[in-house]
């Protein structure tokens, strides 16, 4: 991911804690005849029943503003991101990144959605196990 970001013109500051981050890049299609909502507070991470928060716009943004990242940057970091919050209607998908902090070990992903227009419909519940953030010689 650091490449991806370097190749873009990111500044080097910006790329040291790209490096320190875990990317998951998340693509989801709605299959269904309803609605369908992403909520990535509904979202859930799990490494040995420890909760692993994400890190999302707003550490970014910080991060950003505090190493005086230019807004060109800025804004293709934020178009590589999952949506926090989004309706799939039939058929529809939508990909990005899930940010966590880089650790070591497997984890656990319980993604929540709901259905209907007015998010009223059933609950689903998706889990991915046994998950793992890439180690490389430069992030053993």
Request: hydrophobic share 40%.
């Amino acid at each position: 991911m650091a490449a991806f970001y370097e190749a873009r013109g990111f500044p080097q500051a910006a790329i040291e804690p790209l490096k320190q981050a875990c990317f998951v890049t998340a693509l989801l299609r709605n299959k269904g005849p309803e609605v369908l909502w992403l909520e990535l507070d509904e979202w859930r991470f799990h490494s040995d029943n420890r909760e692993i928060s994400r890190l999302g716009r707003a550490y970014w943004w910080a991060l950003w503003r505090q190493l005086d990242v230019p807004q060109a940057n800025r804004s293709t970091f934020r178009w590589t991101l999952l949506p926090e919050v989004r309706d799939l209607r039939p058929d529809e998908s939508v990909g990005g990144n899930i940010v966590l902090p880089r650790h070591r070990g497997r984890f656990t992903v319980q993604a929540r959605f709901v259905t209907g227009e007015k998010r009223r419909g059933k609950e689903m519940v998706v889990t991915l196990k046994d998950l793992r953030c890439p180690e490389d010689e430069a992030n053993p």
